[in-house]
Nanobody, 119 residues
Framework: DVQLVESGGGSVQAGGSLRLSCPTSSSTFSSYCMGWLRQAPGKAREGVARISIDGTSSFYADSVKGRFTITRDNAEQTLYLQMSSLRPEDTAMYHC?????????????WGPGTQVTVS
């Protein structure tokens, strides 16, 4: 059973940066496409970024393109999200996800999340 536990969230001023991490307990981490999604109170869940199994291909929502970078370390079984030039509208709970399909926001499983607040 894969465990996803996000960390790295916090409160930051607009223009600041945060790096989210999602270490997993799975030896099969390198078999999955992974992603990050976020959800703000009263808003729909939004796919933020996703990455291929080998980490060579990534896709971003238009709202974060050029500001966020998703990476993965298959040896460490860890997913990352580097967030820069943060805006108040980026405030949300961020979850790392295992994707069922690499070319869509097909969330098969996600962690409890880490809160990001931008003021």
């Amino acid at each position: 059973d894969v465990q996803l536990v996000e960390s790295g969230g916090g409160s930051v001023q607009a223009g600041g940066s945060l790096r989210l991490s999602c270490p997993t307990s799975s030896s099969t981490f390198s078999s999955y496409c992974m992603g990050w999604l976020r959800q703000a109170p009263g808003k729909a869940r939004e796919g933020v970024a996703r990455i291929s199994i080998d980490g060579t291909s990534s896709f971003y929502a238009d709202s974060v393109k050029g500001r966020f970078t998703i990476t993965r370390d298959n040896a460490e079984q860890t997913l990352y999200l580097q967030m820069s030039s943060l805006r108040p509208e980026d405030t949300a709970m961020y979850h790392c996800t295992i994707l069922s399909y690499c070319d869509s926001w097909s969330y098969a499983r996600w962690g409890p999340g880490t809160q990001v607040t931008v003021s």
